[in-house]
């Protein structure tokens, strides 16, 4: 089945960097777009950053200019490279797939998560 894992998350000083790996397992048709989110405690899931099928990238306003997405179709892997850290980046970040599964009729998928903590 499909599966979304995220990893690269950890505690960084303000002003650090930090790059989020998400890797889909699983057979899949096709992978459409990829996108991260986050939520910080006692808020709203948030969007910040997607790649389209062809790859092109849109950002929340937040992470415009400071994270940047991208992916490897080959490895079926997306990444968020996160610089210039600021505490309000603190958040679970969950990475997120519509995809095109072999053996189900389902398109979204979640991954479990990382914790990305900020400190000043």
């Known amino acids: 089945q499909v599966q979304l894992v995220e990893s690269g998350g950890g505690t960084v000083q303000a002003g650090g960097s930090l790059r989020l790996s998400c890797r889909v397992s699983?057979?899949?048709?096709?992978?459409?777009?990829m996108d991260w989110y986050r939520q910080a405690p006692g808020n709203e899931r948030e969007f910040v950053a997607s790649?389209?099928?062809?790859?092109?990238?849109t950002y929340s306003d937040s992470a415009e200019g400071r994270f940047t997405i991208s992916r490897d179709n080959t490895k079926k892997m997306v990444y968020l490279q996160m610089n210039n850290l600021k505490p309000e980046d603190t958040a679970v970040y969950y990475c997120?797939?519509?995809?095109?599964?072999?053996?189900?009729?389902?398109?979204?998928?979640w991954g479990q998560g990382t914790q990305v903590t900020v400190s000043s």
């Open positions: 997120h797939a519509d995809i095109l599964p072999w053996d189900s009729t389902a398109r979204h998928f």
């Open positions: 699983g057979s899949v048709v096709k992978i459409n777009g």
């Open positions: 790649s389209s099928t062809l790859g092109l990238a």
